[in-house]
């Protein structure tokens, strides 16, 4: 009986260890974070309109613009084909919709990745009989830490235009690059410079720092982001779950309840898998 005792206190013991361990690795990463690491840009702009505000006004350059609403990891569905999450989808007082992207790997920022979340935007912004006139105007912004377009420019606006002429089009929507690798006396180059900082100490916009220092430093801060990547660690683990269960209906030899068993996936959720695999 007391052997049993012990070894219950040596797992808790070791479970508490590896907890711990945890954490002070989180609290690592966390020192590592810049604005530029878009898990952690979009908790720093969770129901904050006015850093995304001063983005906006910089990049647009519209220092009048004005942010009415933000949201973060906007999921955007498309019932038959591929799905969408925008990082952060804003609106300004004029109605527009904007998507801010940012994005490390210049593979992310692809011209058709563009060009697909412009038109996954549109399909979700007029209800049905409404007039197309009634289509607000749309942005997608892409904040690269690389140069992708490769032109030594802070800023690559996108629009379409009438080719014989050179006159735009003026349909509403607009594609803006943000090369992130851009240092300068300007606002573009001070935003780009906070947006590669770690330490809020560096960085030249107030609003931006404070929101840094917030999340690194503060107890309750620095608690929410350390929950925040543990929900990203489960949600991580629950994917691959995922992949391994598609895996095993494609060989077509297992039984359901034997992969929901295997994977740790509710059995609804392994048939609604193979319905979908199926469709």
Partial sequence: MKIQKKGTQVGKLAVTEQVDQKHQEDLQRLRGFRLLDDDFLTKCFEGDTAS??????????????????????????????RSVRLDILATDSTGAKLNVEVQRSDKGAGRKRARYNSSMMDTNLLKKGEDFDKLPETWVIFITEND?????????????????????????????????????????????????????????????????????????????????????????????MINVAKKMLEDGTITLDKIAEFVGLPIDEVKKLKTDQNV
């Fill in 52 to 81: 995304i505000e001063l983005v906006l006004q910089i990049v647009l350059e519209k220092p009048d613009l004005k942010v009415l609403d933000v949201r973060t990891q906007v999921f955007v569905e498309n019932l038959l084909n």
């Fill in 148 to 240: 992708v377009i490769g032109k030594g420019l802070p800023l690559y606006p996108i629009e379409r235009c009438f080719l014989g002429t050179g006159e735009k089009f003026e349909d509403g929507s607009h594609i803006l690059y943000v090369n992130g690798a851009y240092r300068g006396d300007t606002p573009v180059g001070k935003l780009m410079h906070d947006f590669s900082c770690t330490d809020a100490k560096d960085m030249y916009y107030r609003t931006l720092a404070d929101r840094v220092r917030f999340f690194k430093e503060s107890k309750e801060g620095i608690e929410i982001m350390c929950r925040a990547m543990e929900d990203m660690r489960n949600q991580t683990l629950k994917e691959g």
